[in-house]
């Protein structure tokens, strides 16, 4: 007996309007390889290519749904096929008629096997068609009282890995004389610590340079500011988390983005590196511009 390939396939199926895309971008958000509307029979080929040696794909994920037409009939022994040669799950997505109706109402889209009926009729439609690829799903999803954010939350629950980053952080310094930075989420000024400039010996260092840090950091309020604004950030990533806001950018300006800006940027990303669920990147956006 040979061990299964140490290969994920997630296919994501279910009812129309009951949240297929925000899955896909949930799952493409934690790194998975996501192919779109994909006929069941490509599901072959795809997993031909996500267990060929070499390959780089080992988690990949399939939305599959009732577009496909008669191919979709067949997608229960593919799925049984497939199961021999990696790991292969089924998630399925549901909502109640009331919510669907709602859902196309508000996008003002045709039921797709809606044809010359209502909605209702299109939705009993595809709940028939879908009920023996539900009996066979690993996972079921009602999505009835979800908006779009607490879904991918949950996707996010179920699939991140142990341990995996929740929220990638860009800490970044900058000069405002050289404008803000356009993406920023967060914003803040170091103007108010004495500028490095002025002092001859650390004119030409950076922020970079330890005797340039000591100093800014050993200035009034320098502590006192680090401290508090790090507490800050741990509770606005861990609102991030909550809400899937995958990524944010938090920007600390000076004048000119050489001296103050960088070294508490530095000791920012110091403290928060040892944040579960928080990858840190540190850029500094004008170090080098004088």
């Known amino acids: 007996m040979t061990d299964r390939p140490a290969h994920d396939v997630v296919i994501v199926t279910g009812m129309s309007g ?9 799952l493409e958000d934690l790194g998975w390889y996501v192919v779109d509307n ?5 599901l072959r080929p795809l997993v031909d290519l ?9 988690k990949m994920a399939a939305v599959v749904d009732v577009r496909g037409g008669r191919l979709f009939a067949d997608l229960r022994l593919i799925v049984e096929e497939l199961r021999d040669r990696a790991t292969v799950r089924v998630l ?3 909502a109640t008629d009331a919510a669907l109706v709602r859902r196309f109402e508000q996008v003002r889209r045709p039921h797709p096997l809606q044809e010359d009926g209502t909605l209702l009729d299109g939705i009993g439609r595809e709940r028939e068609r879908m009920r023996e690829v539900r009996e066979l799903s690993d996972i ?8 779009i954010h607490q879904l991918a939350t949950t996707v996010s629950e179920l699939f991140s890995p142990e341990g995996a980053s929740t929220v990638r952080v860009t800490l970044e310094s900058f000069g405002f004389k050289y404008g803000l930075p356009s993406d920023a989420d967060l914003v803040a000024d170091a103007r108010f610590l004495p500028n490095p400039f002025w002092k001859e010996p650390l004119r030409a260092l950076t922020g970079m340079d330890d005797r340039v840090s000591d100093y800014v950091l050993s200035q009034e309020g320098a502590r006192e500011f680090v401290d508090r604004y790090v507490a800050v950030l741990q509770t606005i990533l861990r609102g991030y988390a909550r809400e899937n806001k995958r990524t944010a950018t938090i920007a600390i300006g000076c004048t000119g983005g050489k001296h103050r800006s960088v070294a508490v940027v530095e000791d920012i990303a110091a403290h928060l590196r040892g944040m579960p669920g928080v990858s840190v990147a540190v850029k500094h956006r004008d170090l080098g511009r004088e």
Do not use: C, K, W
Request: charged share 10%.
């Open 18 to 26: 009951a949240g297929r895309s925000t899955v896909a971008n949930a």
């Open 38 to 42: 994909l006929p069941p029979q490509m």
């Open 50 to 58: 996500a267990v060929h040696p070499g390959n780089h794909l080992p």
């Open 92 to 94: 399925f997505l549901e």
């Open 140 to 147: 079921i999803i009602d999505t009835s009282e979800f908006n």
